[in-house]
């Protein structure tokens, strides 16, 4: 992914609402499912790192793109911003490989 797509990326998630979030247990299995049911349909998501989480941001961005195959667009204070295109029925993904 080059930089054109994550800016174009960043702007498409600038109005979105966190769909996840991650409290004091930190990132687990369950959420990590939990992430892949909800990037399935939308292909573009945003995951809060609540204040009581011990973990630091970028270890969790990490994690996360370790046990789900997301690809991290940003981190902008404790929110990250997850993509993964959906071969089946993609919406944002043609936007994304137009863009060179």
């Known amino acids: 992914m080059n930089s054109r797509q994550r800016e174009f990326l960043r702007k498409a998630a600038h109005d979105l609402e966190p769909m996840v979030r991650l409290g004091k247990d930190g990132f687990t299995d369950n959420q990590a499912q939990s992430i892949l049911e909800v990037i399935e349909s939308r292909e573009l998501i945003k995951v809060k790192i609540l204040q009581n989480s011990k973990e630091e941001k970028a270890e969790v961005a990490k994690k ?37």
Do not use: F, M, Q
């Open 64 to 100: 996360i793109e370790e046990k789900t195959g997301c690809e991290v667009v940003g981190i902008i204070g404790k929110t990250i911003i997850l993509y993964k295109p959906n071969t089946e029925k993609p919406k944002i993904s043609l936007e994304v490989d137009a863009i060179k």
